[in-house]
């Protein structure tokens, strides 16, 4: 798959991850089968949260990684990658990562905000690592950007 056309991919894959998973309340989205088990935490705008259910997929070479918290926050991202390393989330970048909350979502990919992903375990059942990213309103929410930071996550698939 080219870049030009895996951005939109990626960017898509990290919104349907997030949505999905708020959305079924932690049951498995979609049924595809793929409702971790591990630990997914961050700071959002330096305030702490933590997913009670993550999940991670791993398809074509496509990572997507994804939590919800008790109170209806998601976090999520995709890396086009197969080996643990830096993953680089904006311009120029096909990785993308995204936080939404109620009906609001803030997202940082190809062309808007910031970030990256480490990853430091990648393997044919767990994914784990570290994130960090600027995001950047999509749905015209407030505040205008959401920094997260501090994130760390540790989930099979």
């Given at each position: 798959?080219?870049q030009?056309?895996?951005?939109?991919?990626?960017?898509?894959?990290?919104m349907?991850?997030?949505?999905?998973?708020?959305?079924?309340?932690?049951?498995?989205?979609?049924?595809?089968?793929?409702?971790?088990?591990?630990?997914?935490?961050?700071?959002?705008?330096?305030?702490?949260?933590?997913?009670?259910v993550?999940?991670?997929?791993?398809?074509?070479?496509?990572?997507?990684?994804?939590?919800?918290?008790?109170?209806?926050?998601?976090?999520?991202?995709?890396?086009?990658?197969?080996?643990?390393g830096?993953?680089?989330?904006?311009?120029?970048?096909?990785?993308?990562?995204?936080?939404?909350?109620?009906?609001?979502?803030?997202?940082?990919?190809?062309?808007?905000?910031?970030?990256?992903?480490?990853?430091?375990?990648?393997?044919?059942?767990?994914?784990?690592?570290?994130?960090?990213?600027?995001?950047?309103s999509?749905?015209?929410?407030?505040?205008?950007?959401?920094?997260?930071?501090?994130?760390?996550?540790?989930?099979?698939?």
């Amino acid at each position: 798959m080219s870049q030009s056309r895996t951005r939109p991919f990626l960017s898509a894959v990290t919104m349907v991850v997030v949505s999905t998973l708020v959305a079924c309340g932690g049951d498995d989205p979609a049924g595809l089968g793929v409702v971790g088990t591990g630990p997914m935490s961050a700071m959002v705008d330096g305030v702490q949260w933590t997913a009670t259910v993550a999940f991670a997929t791993n398809t074509g070479g496509i990572v997507g990684v994804g939590g919800s918290g008790a109170t209806g926050e998601g976090i999520g991202f995709a890396f086009q990658g197969s080996t643990t390393g830096t993953y680089s989330i904006g311009t120029g970048n096909v990785h993308s990562a995204n936080y939404t909350f109620g009906s609001n979502s803030w997202v940082a990919g190809n062309t808007v905000g910031s970030g990256s992903i480490v990853v430091t375990t990648l393997d044919a059942t767990r994914v784990a690592g570290t994130f960090s990213f600027e995001a950047v309103s999509a749905t015209g929410g407030t505040p205008a950007t959401r920094s997260i930071t501090q994130g760390a996550f540790d989930v099979t698939f």
